[in-house]
């Protein structure tokens, strides 16, 4: 076995050494790339959007594109390896390595490449100050490389085969604020395409292999770690800082961390964790964006929170213990020791030792809403822009002395309110909005100015507003318009940040991986003016690019031939270049696009050419020319660097198997040589590549197998370059768009590395360029505001726009620029020519009636409070603010006046003390005429409750009065709104009185609300409606009123007490009474007695007859005092019955001659007839006592005398209810009395109130 074994061996062996020998023989060392053509169409993988390869957070001016991620092995991998898993053999061969075929990814998460922009980090556009004004703490969680997620990265963590995680977050300093960078949404497709059959070698199977210089060290005991941070400090020094963790996606937080230190390039590795603690955990590490030798490393919050300080490149630290958590941290631009932490808590803290100590500069503080700021534009270096939480809805703009932020020394450059988190502060401007009339109004403050609203053309109505860059000091702004969904419009400003004109329409955006909105737009690196853009035409992605930023733009054009040669039919309009353009948190970085300010004229980038962009079939395009003409490079997935400040090209292939090759070229793509970067192949995480220009040194992050520690290898690009680069090998090109080489108003000429030539730059060699200004033309002219390009290129007024001889120049001077429609680019150098033909012209402000004057309130509401200061905002769209003065009257009988406009930048304050609805009115006058605008200011108090007020008990189908009492019942305008039962519209009235007629017996619920500015206040009750029934006011003893809180709970409370004592007297059943007891003084209440629930027999009149029974009873014992209750010891209460009744005892028709009316005058004056009868005869009666009570009418109802007599049982020996009723009426008796056969009425008066 052992001998056929080996035999085996053998023969394998030898067939390799024959094969490579003859692939030797044949290929040479010929470094042209051989494309064999594949029968299988290219196919891209996508990407998830929330997987971002590598996360450049707080990393200053990260090397983006000497940095991309490759995924782990995935399933599918394994598929296409044959299930066998040969390639998580370490030991696997380069033949076995090329014969693996990817197959398409069905699921699309299996293996994704993300690749960073700007190395130098000097692209104005690369870094967001909109976007991403601190340094998040989140931001480092946003997984990267990944295998197969197991979850579909809905949980935003990626698992790789064997399930162990990989993120690497990697830290580069050169940037100053240190913007953290992530993929944005649609960066879903990757530089990728099938292989040609014979696996990933099989295009340089007849090349040479160069071995590099590298070298390999293992993080060990890092094996369960999945994320890492570096810092790499560079600018001549040697020290790498690597921050390794687990961050647990379940508990949410880092449970082990290990901290490793270079100081040879990344050669070795020093562990520090004894250093630090050996029990610390690290979560984040940062770098002074000012001094790299000056580290600060936060430990995780859930088991401690400090912070460790190192100023020597993290050869030591000191420990120093943090009263709050940090949520994110943003480093003063020019000082090194200043810093900004925002809390957990919305609180903002200031250290100016470099976290040693720490001052709360503010509470309620909007999330990345604070800036630092910029010395020339603030009137001191140490001062600090925030954006604070006023109130749900409300935020404000303010100003702080960095270590006094007292209300005194606060300052309020808006003096109203504005929209939460609408404040940025970038370079010359400040952008805020405020809600005007239910409108969000964008405004702008040029050089720290007043600010103004900025204008739009007219019918722009935007959802949404993104400051995209405020370069070259112009404003470039993205709008969503009013018709607009997944596009935006691009806009350009003047200086001021003011007047704005259409830049290019439909430009395809997304949502970002934190619900920002990313644009389709990239600058070209090291040429000004170049930008490629995403546009929607027709239903269809078309990728354009312009050479004078934005005033013209046009289609790429397709490469001539494709990889194999082939030649390539693709005619415009209809077929063209199309690019992927995945901005990241940036809207000007890119995920599979790259470029570089030493680099001039080189542009990387994946794509397609055909109809529309598609994310299948994706090739990889360069071109040497700023996109005039293009080349396909790579059917496959790849990764392009530069190194040697862009004299060479780095490619790395994306794949989920495991490489050991690189590809060199030193001829901007055309020709490739392969290279060997270790022995044993290896599955690759990520790419770092040396700070700074030079870029000869990178590092690889990867490992062995699934389950190994990670490897760190370092490659040393030193030893391919022979020689430092002289004059003799560099070449000229000057950039043209398509022949013509006047751009933006200059002829350009760069210079380059020649082919081939393999030297390294010099750092001052990298951007020479030659510069020759052209004679203006009417193409360096664009639109100014108000005016549109017509199809000959003429401008011409928009429909809407009237032209003015007027500017807002005059507002504040006495001339302004009379435009005539055109405006040069701010950034075009064009010199004479037609200058003058299309400039704007100086003229002296004419003498005019002012127009366009506007007011309103700060906040923007038309709603103030009594006794508190109203600022009102005045502005004035046109007229001479020298020679204009302003009346404003507040309708209050007090005005003010000013003799110039210019002297109420800050508005004007007013306190109103009386309640009411005020005309304001602003006056703007000179000598040639006058204009006015007014306002209606609705002055209130708080309310402080809302009382409803009703009878607890109506009659059914009449009229009701329900009332509201507020307190304090003066307090202005009041919008009442009235609900009944379960109706879900209410009924809205302005008067707190309001007549209800309810249809139906049984429970209603009423409830009110009163609404008084932003304060609406609600009361509830419930009535209950009979067809008939009966009541009495009731008064109590005057202790009760010494004893009455006024408070609703207090009068329920009584009102049950009145009632349990009523039933235990008179013995009427619970069901039939109703006590309410009434506000205010003094103590009232209203009984009433009701039909029984059960139906009685008998007729209406019968019914009645018995309620006047049961009324009778309860006057007497009212009467007599039996009704009494104890309130607190000693303190008896009793309780009377008064003449007077809220609502009527029966319900009487309108009409005089319905019988029942008649039966009832008949039946009081029998009734009257009798009592006078027995009266008088009362001594020849023995045992028979009579009483009498009377009560008044109400609202003109006739309310009958109730007497108490002995009825008549019609049913023989049956009793009624009545015989359950003692009316023994001994004041000192209790208990129940015979039945009504025996009732015997006192002697005594009655007691009348």
Known sequence: METRLGHCLFLIFSEWIWLFTLTSILGGTKAEVRCIPSCQLPLTTAFPPELSALDLTNFGEAPAEDFGGFTEGSADAQRTAGGDEKHNDPELTASEESSSKVRPRSGGHSSSCLLKDALDGQQKLSRPKVFAPSVSRAAALSPSLSGNSTDGGENGSVYAENGAQFDVTVKEDADATGWRRARSARSAETWSGFRPEGGEDASFA?????????????????????????????????????????????????????????????????KLNEKVGPKVILS???????????????????????????????????????????????????????????????????????????????????????????????????????????????????????????????????????????????????????????????????????????????????????????????????????????????????????????????????????????????????????????????????????????????????????????????????????????????PYTSGNIVSKESAPGIIIASGVFGPELTSTNVSIFITSDAGNTWREVFQEEYSVFFLNQGGSLVAIRHTPLPIRHIWLSFDEGRNWDKYSFTSSPLYVDGVLGEPGEDTLIMTIFGHFSHRSEWQLVKIDFRSVFQQRCTSDDYLTWQLHNEGEVCIMGMKRIFQKLKANVRCVKARDQYISQMSDSCPCTEAD??????????????????????????????????????????????????????????????QKCPSQAPRGLQLFTSEGTLVATLEKNVTFLVFLEEGLSSTTSVTVDFGDGTAISYVNISSIDDGV????????????????????????????????????????????????????????????????????????????????????????????????????????????????????????????????????????????????????????????????????????????LPTTAEVFIVPEKRSRHGGVDEKLAHLDQLSQ??????????????????????????????????????????????????????????????????????????YTAEQPDKEQEVIPTVTSIAVPNPEGDKLTSLDHVDVQLDSKSRGYLPSHTDIKLSDEAPHVF
């Open 206 to 270: 007849d090349q040479e292999e160069f071995q590099l210089t590298s070298s390999t060290f293992a993080l060990t005991g890092d094996t369960a770690h999945n994320q890492a941070m570096v810092h790499w400090s560079g600018q001549n020094s040697s020290v790498i800082l690597m921050l390794t963790k687990y961050y647990d996606f379940n508990s949410g937080r880092v449970t082990e961390s290990s901290l490793w230190r270079s100081t040879d390039y990344g050669t070795t590795y020093e």
């Open 284 to 586: 984040y590490l940062y770098v002074s964006p000012n001094n790299k030798r000056k580290i600060m490393l936060l430990t995780d919050p859930e088991v401690e929170s400090s912070l460790l300080i190192s100023l020597d490149e993290g050869a030591s630290y000191q420990k120093h213990s943090l009263a709050f958590d940090i949520l994110s941290l943003l480093f003063h631009p020019e000082q090194e020791d200043w810093i900004l932490a925002y809390s957990h808590d919305q609180k903002l803290y200031v250290s100016v030792e470099f976290g040693r100590r720490w001052q709360l500069v503010h509470d309620s503080v909007v999330p990345n809403r604070f800036y630092w700021s910029r010395l020339g534009l603030d009137k001191e270096q140490g001062m600090i822009h925030l954006e604070i939480i006023v109130s749900d809805g409300r935020s404000q703009y303010i100003t702080c002395k960095l270590q006094n932020c007292s209300d005194g020394n606060k300052g309020k450059p808006f003096p109203g309110f504005i929209i939460p988190n609408s404040l940025v502060v970038q370079d010359e401007y400040v952008f805020i909005q405020v809600p005007i009339g239910g409108q969000s109004v964008h405004y702008v403050s040029y050089k720290r100015h007043a600010f103004y609203p900025m204008k739009l053309p007219k019918y722009t109505l935007p959802k949404d507003l993104q400051i995209i860059s405020t370069d070259d000091n112009q404003v470039v702004a993205a709008i969503q318009d009013w018709h607009q969904n997944d596009s935006y419009n691009l806009y350009m400003s003047e200086s001021r940040g003011l007047f704005f004109t259409l830049m290019l329409e439909s430009v395809v955006s997304s949502g970002g991986p934190e619900g920002n909105i990313m644009i389709d737009l990239y600058e070209v690196a090291g040429i000004k003016g170049v930008f490629l853009s995403n546009k929607v035409v027709e239903n269809q992605v078309k990728t354009y690019i312009t050479y004078n930023k934005g005033r013209d733009w046009r289609l790429l054009q397709a490469p001539a031939t494709d990889l194999q040669g082939n030649k390539v039919y693709c005619e415009q309009p209809y077929c063209s270049l199309h690019l992927h353009l995945h901005v990241s948190e940036n």
């Open 781 to 842: 002219f664009e639109c100014d505001y108000g005016f549109e390009r017509q199809i000959d290129g003429s401008c011409s007024p928009a429909f809407w726009f009237v032209p003015s001889a007027t500017s807002r120049d005059c507002i504040t001077g006495d001339s302004f620029l009379n435009t005539t429609g055109y405006r040069r680019a701010l950034s075009n150098n064009c010199t004479e020519g037609t200058l003058l033909k299309y400039s704007p012209r100086r």
């Open 909 to 1080: 304050k007013h306190i109103y003390s009386k309640v009411g609805i005020y005309q304001v009115s602003a006056t703007a006058t000179n000598t040639l005429g006058f204009d006015r605008v007014i306002l209606y200011l609705h002055v209130s108090c708080q309310l402080e409750q809302v009382q409803l007020s009703s009878p607890s008990v109506v009659v059914k189908s009449k009229a009701v009065n329900l009332t509201t009492v507020l307190r304090p019942s003066n307090v202005g305008t009041v919008t009442y709104y009235w609900w009944f039962d379960n109706k879900t519209e209410p009924v809205v009235t302005l008067d707190g009185v309001m007549s209800f007629i309810f249809s139906k017996e049984g429970s209603h619920t009423v409830t009110v609300q009163a609404s008084v500015g932003n304060t609406v206040l609600q009361d509830q009750m419930t009535v209950a409606v009979y067809d008939y029934f009966r009541s009495h006011v009731l008064a109590f003893s005057s202790n009760l009123d010494e004893l009455n809180p006024g408070v609703s709970e207090w009068r329920e409370d009584v009102g049950r007490v009145v009632k349990s004592s009523m039933v235990q007297v008179t013995g009427i059943s619970e069901d039939q009474l109703l006590v309410t007891v009434l506000p205010g």
């Open 1113 to 1186: 009873v309860l006057l007497s014992a009212l009467n007599q005092d039996l009704i009494q209750f104890t309130l607190k010891p000693g303190a008896q209460v009793n309780v009377y019955a008064t003449r007077l009744s809220p609502a009527p005892l029966v319900d009487s028709s309108d009409s005089g001659h319905s019988s029942t009316a008649v039966i009832m005058l008949v039946s009081v004056v029998l009734m009257g007839l009798a009592v006078f009868v027995i009266y008088k005869f009362k001594r020849k009666i023995p045992g028979i006592n009579t």
